[in-house]
């Protein structure tokens, strides 16, 4: 009688350890995905969101208008680089208010302002990049895992028998594979997501830097009227 060596019989054949690899490694995959779309979403709302505001910075003659649009959330501010203007001109008003203050000063003032606010941006895309890159990381060897426990069963149960035959291995090491499919399947997509986003968050940080230096050079120059 031939075994059935379907993916469905190999899984609920496997052994409780295989089992348990398998579970883990399916949840990992799922949380992988949730995390992949999620992410996905949010830098493309982020990469929108810094291209209208830096249309709206540009068109702008007075930056005193487009602060109170800001603050009166009349643009979009949840990511990009409204938050870092709004940290960076509303101290830049602040130490004005207040008088005898140098320029530099003054200048000092918004610059820490605006890498505090692009600190807590950074920490916000990369919100739930580690968890990709520990299941990228981990999911593999979790695999492994099952497969070596899975192949030792089938080599032990060989010591039971006077002849080994092909047909008596074969189960037990497919269903030991499977382990590994599903680890590399768990361990595939959170890779390439974590080097895409990766990426696309490094942009965004450069981009953020370089608003950042633009707009220091505008607020040096009102800083000295």
Not at 9 to 17: D, R, V, W
Not at 29 to 42: A, D
Not at 119 to 146: F, N, Q, R, W
Request: charged content about 20%; aromatic content about 10%; proline content about 2%.
């Amino acid at each position: 009688m031939e075994s059935d060596l379907s993916i469905g019989s190999l899984i609920l054949g496997a052994s409780f350890l295989v089992k348990l690899v398998m579970v883990l490694l399916f949840a990992a995959s799922v949380i992988s995905w949730g995390v992949i779309f999620s992410k996905r979403s949010y830098l493309k709302k982020a990469r929108e969101q810094i291209a209208v505001f830096e249309n709206e910075f540009w068109s702008c003659k007075d930056l005193t208008v487009l602060y109170e649009r800001v603050t009166a959330n009349d643009l979009p501010k949840t990511a990009g680089l409204a938050l870092i203007f709004e940290a960076g001109f509303g101290e830049f008003v602040r130490l004005r208010k207040q008088g005898g203050i140098e320029a530099i000063e003054i200048l000092d003032g918004c610059e820490r302002s605006m890498k505090i606010s692009l600190s807590k941006e950074l920490e916000t895309l990369e919100s739930d990049l580690p968890t990709l890159a520990t299941i990228g990381s981990v999911s593999p060897y979790v695999g492994l895992l099952g497969t070596v426990w899975g192949i030792m069963n089938s080599f032990q149960a060989l010591g039971n028998v006077h002849q080994a035959t092909l047909a008596m291995v074969a189960p037990g090491i497919s269903e030991a594979l499977v382990a590994t499919a599903m680890g590399l399947f768990a361990a595939i997509p959170a890779v390439v997501a974590f080097n895409r986003y990766s990426t696309a968050i490094d942009q965004i940080y450069g981009r953020s830097e370089l608003f950042i230096e633009e707009f220091l050079a505008i607020i040096r120059r009102q800083a000295k009227e």
